[in-house]
């Protein structure tokens, strides 16, 4: 039992059609968005970076301070 070798190939002709059906709408540029949202991506990173140093950064654990000050009499 084979098939036609016109059965497994689809025919050039049906291609074209669909892609002519449905045609691909490019995106405009748009310079002004870009920079908005690079402005409000680099102030969020600064926010992000305010909040690490703040508080986490040179900070010691604190279980661990406070288990020294107890063994301390």
């Not at 059965?7 to 449905?22: I, R, V």
């Amino acid at each position: 039992m084979t098939r036609p070798a016109s059965a497994t190939k689809p025919s050039g002709k049906s291609k074209q059609s669909q892609a002519s059906a449905e045609p691909v709408v490019a995106l405009k540029p748009r310079p002004k968005l870009f920079y908005a949202l690079l402005v409000i991506f680099i102030v969020w990173i600064g926010f992000l970076l305010t909040l690490y140093f703040t508080t986490v950064y040179h900070r010691t654990d604190v279980h661990v301070e406070s288990a020294t000050r107890r063994a301390l009499p």
